[in-house]
């Protein structure tokens, strides 16, 4: 049973990996280019901001780029 559900969930972590490819930014006009929103590193962060769930992004550029509550570079809601 255990084996199974190691077939099952293998394909899928896979294709997620390559799917979603890591990428370093020097500034939050650059990482805006490519996410308008900012980038979030789970929903739960994202909630209604519109920022893009990112996980490999955000651990990429966290440290560099204004990060506050799970969010990197997200614009502010008017």
Do not use: H
Not at 42 to 62: F, P
């Amino acid at each position: 049973m255990l084996a199974s559900l190691l077939l099952i969930t293998a394909p899928a972590a896979m294709v997620q990996g390559k799917a979603v490819p890591s990428k370093s930014y020097s500034s939050c006009a650059a990482l805006r280019k490519d996410f308008p929103k900012g980038v979030a590193y789970s929903a739960l962060a994202a909630g209604k901001t519109g920022a893009k769930v990112n996980k490999s992004v955000y651990n990429e550029n966290w440290q560099k780029l204004p990060a506050v509550d799970g969010l990197i570079c997200a614009k502010k809601n008017k």
